[in-house]
């Protein structure tokens, strides 16, 4: 069974602080991880990763890829308030798992003032 | 649409009855979802649409839960008998087409979700 954990599950921060989330996962026939902000209601998405040590950029997010020790991490950088929510990673597969994605259970991020 | 539409984005029942929650995705998307996702829990895969191909059915915790898709666009997910434990956000997504060696690949774009509350 296709299974992805993240860490922490909560975290509490001040702004201007880094954070970095992880994600580790087992899949049969790997094919992407994707990273999804979730604030009230939709998840919406962050990036998407297929290949090992390739950082992805999108102002303050990065994240990168490490196919061989199957994990993911997400930084990000002088934190605000504004990305307070819960970070959500996924992972798609090939074979019977072909189109679905399997979650984990996010990390609930707090940005202080 | 400019995105996902799910509607109602509220739904109070109680137990034993029938509801149906709806999604309109984004246009040009052929591949359709459905996930849960229960207070504090991530999100649970439970079915797949892509184009005219029969549906993954295989995270459908039970059956009284089905899904239609119809005319490839707009779906329906029913719930049967609801109980308790039913309660939770059902998320929809759609992305495009799934199909060859990089459909797997895919962003799945979601809906804001509709909250099912089962008294």
């Known amino acids: 069974e296709d299974k992805v954990v993240q860490s922490p599950l909560s975290l509490v921060v001040h702004e201007g602080d880094t954070v970095t989330l992880n994600c580790s996962y087992e899949?049969?026939?790997?094919?992407?991880l994707l990273w999804y902000k979730q604030e009230k209601k939709a998840p919406t998405f962050l990036f998407m990763l297929?290949?090992?040590?390739i950082e992805k950029k999108s102002g303050r997010l990065s994240s990168i890829l490490d196919k061989k020790e199957l994990f993911s991490i997400l930084n990000i950088t002088a934190t605000q308030t504004g990305d307070s929510a819960v970070y959500l990673c996924?992972?798609?597969?090939?074979?019977?798992?072909?189109?679905?994605?399997?979650f984990g259970q996010g990390t609930i991020l707090t940005v202080h003032p | 649409g400019a995105g996902v539409s799910q509607s109602p984005s509220n739904k109070v029942t109680e137990k034993g009855k029938d509801v149906e929650l709806r999604c309109d995705p984004i246009?040009?998307?052929?591949?359709l979802y459905w996930y849960r996702q229960s207070l504090g829990q991530g999100l649970e895969f439970l079915i797949y649409?892509?184009?005219?191909?029969?549906?993954?059915k295989s995270g459908l915790p039970s059956d009284r839960f089905s899904a239609e898709r119809t005319g490839g666009s707009v779906s329906t997910l029913t719930i049967q008998r609801t109980q308790q434990e039913d309660s939770a956000v059902y998320l929809c997504?759609?992305?495009?087409?799934?199909?060859?060696?990089?459909?797997?690949?895919?962003?799945?774009?979601f809906g804001a979700g509709t909250r099912l509350s089962v008294l």
């Open positions: 997504a759609s992305s495009l087409p799934t199909s060859g060696g990089a459909g797997a690949k895919n962003i799945q774009y």
């Open positions: 246009s040009g998307h052929t591949a």
């Open positions: 297929t290949s090992s040590g």
């Open positions: 899949v049969t026939n790997f094919r992407s």
């Open positions: 649409f892509q184009g005219n191909s029969a549906p993954d």
């Open positions: 996924a992972v798609g597969a090939g074979g019977t798992s072909y189109g679905k994605l399997t």
